[in-house]
């Protein structure tokens, strides 16, 4: 990565020169905000020479001088009051393109200290259908899975499904009283939540139906044996339809470790904490309060009451004054496992916004407990419908997912019909799943993940602007190529030397691929990968326009070709790395 390179230079500059660096200092190289003055660019020493209380631009000249820079850059100069701005050579640039061809992984390099990460993404609940709200957990978790993998981390996906809980005690009260079995049979999850929905409906008018709730779920929590057997049909019925919807979106689980694999860990979690004086009794619940050794601004376990605006105690509860646990119980349970059973060193938890308090507790509450596994709260923000408002049927139901999915699939299908380049039918079915799965997945990660971002089909199926299509057709544009040379004997990298602009600037967009790809896990972004892919898309038509290819001739057309089969690859391996697929032809 030549951002990696000179930063390693730069550093190594300011040593030769004699230059002390203040502890704490970081050198920088970022990517140059305007292009006619350099590709790279750092202000490492007008901000060291503030410090120094020193003459920036001198201060720059005297690093300049001491950079060993030869062979990656073919001018450094100084700009303004000491901006660094740094201009890669075509010769190296050449030499990256072809690395790109011949090494893993386009030339990516992994990380010096892989980590073993748990990334808990989806997590949808047992006997509901998957919903629009699950689609930002789902391929935001997704993604971030993928690129840390990609990068050489060992990587561990966690479904932790609601598989348990308070509503199955309507549920097994509604299969008992109110299910039909034939309509079971032919549409199970939409059963289960017609059935739920009558017996939560009834339990509102008559405290004798709630009773009756109840009491199947303490049935089922002493493991009642026929409460059991429904229990887990219900488990398995929604597990099979998760794993359509996850099939279809091309995304697998490690593990479906839900909220009742942990049950037998609560109570001795509880017992253990009340004995170490992590938490104490209260009201006769267990609940774990603040120490009081942090601002109580930053304090999760304090909270400003509204009337009288003093700071009061907001514990986490671990279990209520009736014996029964709650969320945070699990979540300490299941960082437990995941430390000692698979010796994490980060945890990932992919969950909406609205949560962060619920895990800042929990993972000050296991700290507490002597956890030192970093764990990370990646939050996001809602979809909403066209309308500004939450993203609703007209009935006010959540959008199903596998609904989204099946309607984009339909829209694209109806494209490919439209275009007929003498695809068969087969062939646009696979096509139209392609375009409609990656579309709904790049709609979601192009965009920043802690805003709100309205749903649009005619957006996202655009062939125009920053969506799938558009990057799947670059990707199409340069198959086409090597599809007319087929039977052609084509030598690529061999003989790569760039002199046109355009093929200058495409080299330099794909040497920036390796840099967009760690971006990523700088605060959990696929955005940022999702944005590369759209620039590299865009400096490629441009490329293709000013370009020809098949009409130029020795060193100047295998250079151009080998520009189309490495935008080829990094587009193929960017877009799977978002879990989009590609298609030879559309």
Not at 244 to 250: A, G, S
Not at 452 to 475: E, V
Request: charged letters at 25%.
């Amino acid at each position: 990565m030549f951002r990696a390179a000179l930063t390693d230079r730069l550093q190594a500059a300011f040593t030769a020169a004699g230059i002390f660096l203040p502890e704490g200092f970081s050198v920088a190289v970022e990517l140059a905000s305007d292009t006619r003055f350099g590709d790279y660019q750092s202000n490492a020493a007008m901000t060291l020479a503030k410090q120094l209380k020193t003459n920036p631009r001198a201060l720059a000249e005297q690093i300049k001088a001491a950079l060993p820079v030869d062979e990656l850059c073919s001018e450094v100069s100084i700009a303004g009051p000491g901006f660094l701005n740094f201009r890669i050579s075509p010769a190296a640039l050449a030499g990256k393109v072809q690395a790109i061809l011949t090494g893993d992984g386009c030339d990516v390099v992994k990380v010096a200290r892989p980590k073993t990460i748990v990334v808990d993404f989806s997590a949808p609940n047992i006997a509901k259908p998957m919903h629009v709200g699950h689609i930002r957990s789902t391929f935001i978790g997704d993604c971030l899975a993928r690129v840390s993998r990609f990068v050489g981390h060992n990587v561990i996906t966690d479904n932790h499904v609601g598989d348990w809980g308070t509503q199955f005690g309507m549920i097994i009260h509604g299969w008992k009283t109110k299910l039909d079995h034939e309509a079971l049979k032919k549409h199970p999850i939409q059963e289960l939540v017609r059935t739920y929905k009558a017996v939560n409906a009834e339990a509102k008018e008559d405290e004798t139906v709630m009773t009756q709730c109840r009491t199947e779920l303490v049935k089922l929590q002493q493991g009642d044996a026929e409460n059991l057997e429904i229990w887990k049909e219900c488990v398995r019925l929604t597990l099979v339809q998760l794993e359509e919807v996850y099939d279809t979106l091309n995304i697998q689980f490690d593990h479906y470790l839900g909220e009742s694999f942990y049950n037998e860990a609560l109570a001795p979690l509880v017992t253990d904490l009340l004995a170490r004086g992590i938490a104490t009794q209260s009201e006769g619940a267990a609940v774990i309060f603040s120490e009081g050794n942090v601002a109580v601004e930053e304090d999760p376990f304090m909270t400003r009451d509204r009337e009288t605006k003093e700071w009061v105690q907001l514990p986490l509860i671990i279990q209520k004054s009736d014996g029964g646990f709650l969320y945070g119980t699990t979540d300490l349970a299941t960082v437990n496992y995941r430390v000692q059973e698979w010796q994490a060193d980060e945890i990932w938890y992919v969950v909406g916004a609205p949560q962060q308090l619920h895990f800042r507790q929990v993972f000050a509450a296991a700290k507490r407990m002597g956890h030192t596994t970093e764990m990370t709260h990646i939050a996001f923000g809602s979809i909403l419908g066209p309308d500004g408002k939450m993203f609703k049927t007209r009935s006010g139901e959540s959008v199903g997912l596998l609904e989204v999915i099946e309607e984009a699939i339909e829209r694209a299908r109806t494209a490919a019909d439209e275009k007929d380049h003498g695809l068969t039918d087969a062939e646009k079915d696979e096509i139209a799943r392609i375009i409609g799965c990656g579309s709904v997945k790049y709609a979601e990660l192009s965009q920043n993940r802690l805003t709100d971002y309205k749903f649009s089909w005619d957006k996202m199926l655009s062939l125009q602007g920053n969506t799938a299509p558009y990057l799947i057709n670059a990707y199409v544009r340069t198959r086409s190529i090597f599809r007319k040379l087929e039977g052609s004997e084509v030598t690529l990298t061999a003989d790569v030397a760039l002199t046109e602009p355009a093929e200058i600037a495409l080299a330099m967009k794909l040497a920036q691929f390796a840099e967009a790809t760690h971006d990523v896990l700088i605060d959990h972004r696929p955005n940022t990968l999702a944005n590369y892919l759209y620039e590299l898309a865009n400096t490629y038509h441009s490329f293709y326009e000013a370009c020809h290819v098949l009409n130029s001739e020795g060193t100047v057309r295998n250079t151009r070709l080998t520009l189309c089969e490495a935008t080829s690859r990094v587009l193929k391996t960017g877009l799977g790395l978002l879990g989009i697929q590609t298609t030879e032809r559309m």
